[in-house]
C-alpha cells in the first residue's frame, strides 16, 4: 500500500460557499449588468471569448503491486530497487492483469456513471522516451475500461454537469530527474504502476470550474477509496486542453494541451494564464498554434515545450500479450453494490438528516473520515449543529496545528462525545471544553478524567458563585452604576469579570441570573 | 497499392531507424507489396463477424494483487549502459515528453 500522508487539508472547495466556480448563465448576466465597472483581468477589451477546457486526468489507483507484475507500488523506495523483467520490458516476459487494479478501474467507471465495457482489451502506444523502457506504454485504445458518464461540479446556483468521455487503464512510465551536462537520471520504480485515466468532454468553461471539477473528482476517489490522490507524490495528475472561441461559434478554437502542473491552484493559475494569452493574441490579430505548453510555476507562465514539429502517430495495436477482459453483469453489479455513498449524496443527506448548512455539510463531507467521526459522535449527542461546529471549528484547528488527520489525532467519538455532553449537562462552559480539548487529544484519557486532573468543573453552586458576585459588584462600582441607569451592556462585562474570577468556571448563566438578582436588590435599595 | 519515399521516411523515423538509400528502395517496394498481400483480406465480406483481436481462445486471465520480489538494483544496473548512484542515466532530455 502507498503511504498515507494528510492530503490538500480538508475543505471540499466544491462546496465552499465563498469561492464560486464557474460563470452560470445567471452569473454571466450579473456580471454583464455591472460590465462597466467589472474589473476582470481576463478581459482586457470589449470583446467577448468563451472558454473551452477539457481535463485529462490520470489517478494512481491504491493496489500493493504494480498492474502488469508484482513488483511494490510504495512510493518513496531507493531507486530502481522495485523493477523486474516484467515492468523493465525484458525480453521473454509476459504481463499478467491485476485484478484488483481491474476491479477499482471499474469501480471508479460507475460511480461516473459510465458505461463499463463488457469486453476491455488493452493496446500498445508506441512512443520513444527514456522513461519507457519497452518503448511503447500498454494503454487501451478502442475498449476503454468505461466509456461516458458525467460528473456534477459546483454548488451555488444548481450543479453543472461535466460529461466524462471515458476512463481507461495504463501503466505509468518511470521517472526522469534533470540534472544538468551530464545526462538524465530514470528511476524505474514507478513504471507499471496501475494509472486510470479520466477524460473528460470539453464540458468545463472557467478555470475556476476546472479546479471545482478536479476537487470533486479527488473527493469521489478518495470515498470509493481506490487512491490516495496525494499530488505531491503524483498520485494524482492532471493535463488540460483549452481553447477559446467566440460564443455562438459552434467549432472549437486552436487549443493548447497544458502539462506540469502539480496542483489544483496550479492548473487553475495556468488555465488563467492561458486564457489570457489565447484572447491577447486573438485580439492582436495574431494565430494560435495548436501546441503542448508546460506550466512553469516560478515564473508563473506557460511555455511551449521545446520539441519536434512531428506530429504524434503513437500507432496502437493492440497488446498481443494480453488476453480480453470481459465482465459479467453480475460482477458489474457486485462492484456497483460496493460503491458505498459518494460525497455529493452525503453531502445532501447531512443538510436534510442533521439540518446543517451547506457550508458545513461541505466542510465534513470534504473529508470522508470526518464526516464518519461526525455520524459517530451525533449517535449520542442530541445537537448535530453542535457536533459540527466543534468538528469545524476547535477540532479542525487541532488537526491542522498538528498536521494529522483526524485518524491520526487519535481523538475517539465516544470521547468528544461525552466532552459534549458535560457542556449539556452544565458541568463545563463552552470555553472550558475548548480548554481541555487540547490534554483531551493528548492523553486519551476520559473527558471525565481530564477534567478531574485539570481541576476544571464548572461553578454551577449558587452558594459557591454568590461570593464572588458580590465581590465582583464591589469592585466595579461604575460599571454597576451604569447598569442602574439603564445601560443594559455593563451587565455583560460584570457577567465576564465572574468568569474572569473563577478561572472560567463559572456557570455563565448562573452569573447572569445572580447578578440580576443582586442587581435588583441594590436597585430597591437605591430607590 | 503504392507507397511513397515519404512514407518510408516517416515510418522509419517513427521506429527510430536510419536507412540507406538502397535501403530506402528496397523497402519502399517490399513494403507496397506487403500492404497489397494484406489488403486481400478487405476481399471478405466481415460484415456478420465479431472484431477478433486475440487468436487464443482465452479470456480474463488475472493475477491477484500480491507483491513478488523485485530484482536487485544491482543487478538492474548492471544492464545499462551508463549509471551514478543508483539510478540509470540516459542522455539528458530537456523538454517534456509529449504524453502523459
Known amino acids: 500500500?502507498?503511504?498515507?500522508?494528510?492530503?490538500?487539508?480538508?475543505?471540499?472547495?466544491?462546496?465552499?460557499?465563498?469561492?464560486?466556480?464557474?460563470?452560470?448563465?445567471?452569473?454571466?448576466?450579473?456580471?454583464?449588468?455591472?460590465?462597466?465597472?467589472?474589473?476582470?483581468?481576463?478581459?482586457?477589451?470589449?470583446?467577448?471569448?468563451?472558454?473551452?477546457?477539457?481535463?485529462?486526468?490520470?489517478?494512481?489507483?491504491?493496489?500493493?503491486?504494480?498492474?502488469?507484475?508484482?513488483?511494490?507500488?510504495?512510493?518513496?523506495?531507493?531507486?530502481?530497487?522495485?523493477?523486474?523483467?516484467?515492468?523493465?520490458?525484458?525480453?521473454?516476459?509476459?504481463?499478467?492483469?491485476?485484478?484488483?487494479?481491474?476491479?477499482?478501474?471499474?469501480?471508479?467507471?460507475?460511480?461516473?456513471?459510465?458505461?463499463?465495457?463488457?469486453?476491455?482489451?488493452?493496446?500498445?502506444?508506441?512512443?520513444?522516451?527514456?522513461?519507457?523502457?519497452?518503448?511503447?506504454?500498454?494503454?487501451?485504445?478502442?475498449?476503454?475500461?468505461?466509456?461516458?458518464?458525467?460528473?456534477?461540479?459546483?454548488?451555488?446556483?444548481?450543479?453543472?454537469?461535466?460529461?466524462?468521455?471515458?476512463?481507461?487503464?495504463?501503466?505509468?512510465?518511470?521517472?526522469?530527474?534533470?540534472?544538468?551536462?551530464?545526462?538524465?537520471?530514470?528511476?524505474?520504480?514507478?513504471?507499471?504502476?496501475?494509472?486510470?485515466?479520466?477524460?473528460?468532454?470539453?464540458?468545463?468553461?472557467?478555470?475556476?470550474?476546472?479546479?471545482?471539477?478536479?476537487?470533486?473528482?479527488?473527493?469521489?476517489?478518495?470515498?470509493?477509496?481506490?487512491?490516495?490522490?496525494?499530488?505531491?507524490?503524483?498520485?494524482?495528475?492532471?493535463?488540460?486542453?483549452i481553447s477559446v472561441r467566440r460564443p455562438g461559434s459552434k467549432e472549437l478554437g486552436v487549443k493548447s494541451e497544458l502539462k506540469n502542473m502539480n496542483s489544483f491552484k496550479a492548473v487553475e493559475r495556468a488555465l488563467e494564464f492561458e486564457v489570457s494569452r489565447h484572447r491577447r493574441v486573438l485580439e492582436e490579430g495574431g494565430r494560435l498554434i495548436q501546441e503542448t505548453r508546460l506550466w512553469d510555476e516560478r515564473q508563473a507562465v506557460t511555455q511551449p515545450m521545446r520539441s519536434k514539429e512531428e506530429a504524434h502517430d503513437y500507432r496502437y495495436f493492440p497488446e498481443p500479450d494480453l488476453v480480453p477482459f470481459r465482465i459479467s453483469q453480475a460482477e458489474v453489479d457486485e462492484i456497483r453494490s460496493s460503491l458505498g455513498e459518494l460525497p455529493r449524496e452525503r453531502l445532501n443527506r447531512f443538510q436534510t438528516e442533521y439540518e446543517l448548512s451547506a457550508y458545513d455539510a461541505g466542510v465534513l463531507v470534504s473529508d470522508k473520515a470526518l464526516s464518519e467521526f461526525f455520524e459517530a459522535v451525533c449517535r449520542a449527542v442530541p445537537r448535530p449543529k453542535q457536533v459540527a461546529n466543534w468538528l469545524t471549528g476547535p477540532v479542525l484547528s487541532e488537526m491542522n496545528a498538528r498536521h494529522k488527520t483526524i485518524r491520526e489525532l487519535g481523538l475517539k467519538p465516544e470521547a468528544l462525545a461525552k466532552l459534549l455532553m458535560r457542556i449539556e449537562d452544565r458541568t463545563l462552559t463552552n470555553t472550558m471544553a475548548k480548554e481541555i480539548l487540547p490534554a483531551l487529544i493528548d492523553s486519551g484519557k476520559d473527558p471525565d478524567e481530564v477534567v478531574r486532573g485539570k481541576g476544571l468543573k464548572q461553578v454551577s453552586d449558587a452558594g459557591a458563585l454568590e461570593p464572588v458576585v458580590e465581590q465582583v459588584i464591589r469592585k466595579n462600582g461604575q460599571s454597576v452604576q451604569d447598569f442602574l441607569s439603564g445601560k443594559e451592556r455593563a451587565l455583560g462585562f460584570l457577567v465576564g469579570q465572574v468568569m474572569k474570577e473563577t478561572g472560567g468556571k463559572a456557570n455563565p448563566a448562573l452569573a447572569h441570573q445572580l447578578l440580576l438578582k443582586a442587581l435588583a436588590v441594590k436597585k430597591g435599595g437605591a430607590l | 497499392m503504392s507507397i511513397s519515399r515519404k512514407d518510408v521516411h516517416y515510418i522509419a523515423k517513427l521506429a527510430r531507424v536510419s536507412l540507406t538509400e538502397t535501403e530506402e528502395a528496397r523497402l519502399e517496394k517490399d513494403l507496397a507489396e506487403i500492404l497489397d498481400y494484406v489488403a486481400k483480406l478487405n476481399q471478405v465480406d466481415t460484415s456478420n463477424i465479431e472484431p477478433t483481436t486475440h487468436v487464443l481462445s482465452l479470456e480474463n486471465i488475472f493475477r491477484t494483487d500480491e507483491n513478488r520480489p523485485s530484482l536487485q538494483p544491482a543487478e538492474v544496473l548492471r544492464i545499462a549502459p551508463k549509471k551514478s548512484d543508483g539510478f540509470v542515466v540516459v542522455p539528458l532530455v530537456i523538454e517534456g515528453k509529449g504524453d502523459a
Not at chain 1, 521473454?92 to 491485476?98: A, I
Not at chain 1, 459546483?154 to 466524462?164: A, C, N, Q, T
Not at chain 1, 473527493?219 to 488540460?240: F, H, K, P, T
Request: hydrophobic share 35%.
Open chain 1, 1 to 241: 500500500m502507498r503511504m498515507k500522508r494528510r492530503s490538500e487539508g480538508p475543505f471540499y472547495r466544491i462546496y465552499n460557499k465563498h469561492e464560486r466556480g464557474g460563470r452560470s448563465e445567471e452569473g454571466r448576466r450579473k456580471l454583464d449588468v455591472g460590465r462597466e465597472t467589472w474589473d476582470d483581468p481576463l478581459r482586457e477589451s470589449a470583446m467577448e471569448y468563451e472558454t473551452v477546457i477539457g481535463l485529462e486526468v490520470h489517478v494512481q489507483l491504491l493496489t500493493r503491486s504494480k498492474l502488469f507484475c508484482g513488483c511494490s507500488t510504495l512510493f518513496g523506495a531507493q531507486p530502481n530497487s522495485q523493477t523486474c523483467p516484467v515492468c523493465l520490458g525484458l525480453p521473454g516476459s509476459l504481463p499478467v492483469l491485476n485484478r484488483e487494479a481491474f476491479r477499482k478501474a471499474v469501480k471508479v467507471g460507475l460511480a461516473l456513471h459510465g458505461e463499463i465495457s463488457q469486453v476491455a482489451k488493452f493496446d500498445r502506444k508506441n512512443y520513444f522516451y527514456p522513461d519507457l523502457p519497452k518503448n511503447y506504454q500498454i494503454s487501451q485504445y478502442d475498449l476503454p475500461i468505461a466509456r461516458g458518464g458525467w460528473l456534477d461540479v459546483g454548488f451555488e446556483g444548481g450543479p453543472k454537469r461535466v460529461r466524462i468521455t471515458r476512463a481507461h487503464l495504463e501503466e505509468d512510465a518511470g521517472k526522469l530527474m534533470h540534472v544538468g551536462k551530464g545526462g538524465s537520471r530514470v528511476d524505474f520504480n514507478r513504471t507499471g504502476t496501475p494509472l486510470l485515466e479520466i477524460v473528460s468532454e470539453p464540458d468545463i468553461s472557467s478555470p475556476q470550474e476546472a479546479a471545482l471539477y478536479l476537487s470533486e473528482l479527488k473527493a469521489i476517489l478518495l470515498y470509493l477509496e481506490v487512491s490516495d490522490c496525494n499530488m505531491e507524490e503524483g498520485s494524482l495528475r492532471c493535463d488540460a486542453n
